[in-house]
């Protein structure tokens, strides 16, 4: 199994809408969407889901009124500023403290040093993940809270359970919509991966985080192909941009111009490849190529039918 991850510096240049097409193009893959803090391949995929489940990725403390004896020693040590005198009385005392759910970061050390026992130290629900089956195979996703973090270990529990799948069926490649930035949830969603597809667009904070993904992909000696989406926007930028890439020592993958269809494609729920054979998705059919023949240089077992590109 191959597994190519899709990345990009920052939100918005287009990653999603081209990993889309890229499952459309491959017929035959297991898809994992770690973009846990903003998932929406879903969105376009209409997947079929047939397994939901909790995640926990951490602990919360929560008091318990009835025991607390409003000595203050909790309040006293919380390095996060997370407990408050005004929880409700318990018959004893008029007030108790209690403990703010999202300001608390889960370290546990007040439910250590409670002398009464009176703070509960339990596993926190962050979110649930998902297997479901789409119009192009299996697919492993997820959704994190609102204000929830442990989203690298989330991401880390996606793949590992697509690259399960991807066993268990017999798939040969495994396509992952990755985190934007640089931040724990992307290093979560590369670590050990096989080839990294950067999508970049013309502007100067593209230019900007290109360079950012691009040394992080380095450390980790992952091969990298470069990607520039809506590059007629700034075309200047754009021939910049490349100039960056061959610099940074990445490969190119190609081109994508800007197409008011790959909206009109999002509102049909469809990958813009299935909307329509031209334009963008003409460019993004390039790309495909490109990136096919380059997992086939990393000795890709993927067999013909995974990488034939149909058209629309």
């Known amino acids: 199994m191959k597994e190519m991850v899709i990345i990009s510096g920052k939100g918005g240049t287009g990653k999603t809408s081209i990993v889309a097409s890229f499952a459309a193009l491959a017929k035959n893959s297991v898809l994992a969407d770690c973009d846990v803090d903003a998932a929406d391949l879903h969105l376009i995929l209409e997947p079929d889901i047939y397994w939901k489940e909790k995640f926990s990725g951490g602990s919360r403390a929560r008091i318990l009124p009835g025991h607390c004896t409003a000595c203050g020693k909790c309040e006293e040590i919380c390095r996060f500023d997370a407990i408050y005198f005004d929880g409700p009385g318990n018959g004893v005392q008029e007030k108790t403290f209690r403990i703010d759910p999202i300001t608390c970061e889960g370290c546990g050390v007040c439910a250590w040093f409670c002398a009464e026992k009176a703070i509960e130290f339990a596993p926190a629900v962050n979110g649930e993940w998902y297997k479901s089956e789409t119009r192009f195979g299996p697919m492993v996703h997820a959704r994190l809270g609102a204000g929830e973090e442990n989203s690298g270990k989330l991401v880390t529990l996606v793949r590992k359970e697509a690259g399960k799948i991807a066993e268990e069926k017999n798939i040969d490649l495994l396509i992952v919509d990755g985190s934007p930035g640089i931040g724990c949830p992307v290093i979560a969603s590369i670590t050990g991966a096989d080839m990294v597809v950067i999508v970049t667009e013309p502007t100067l904070s593209g ?48 081109r994508v111009r800007y197409d008011k269809a790959a909206t009109l494609s999002q509102i049909e729920k469809k990958s813009i490849v299935e909307y329509q054979s031209g334009g963008a998705a003409e460019d993004i059919q390039a790309v495909w190529s490109k990136v096919r023949l380059e997992l086939e240089k990393l000795g890709a077992s993927v067999s013909n039918s995974v990488f034939s590109i149909g058209k629309s």
């Open 207 to 254: 230019l900007h985080d290109l360079k950012r993904v691009a040394k992080l992909t380095r450390q980790f000696d992952i091969p990298t192909l470069a990607c520039i989406n809506k590059w007629d926007l700034n075309p200047e930028l754009a021939s910049a941009i490349e100039s960056e890439a061959r610099q940074q020592e990445l490969g190119y993958a190609g």
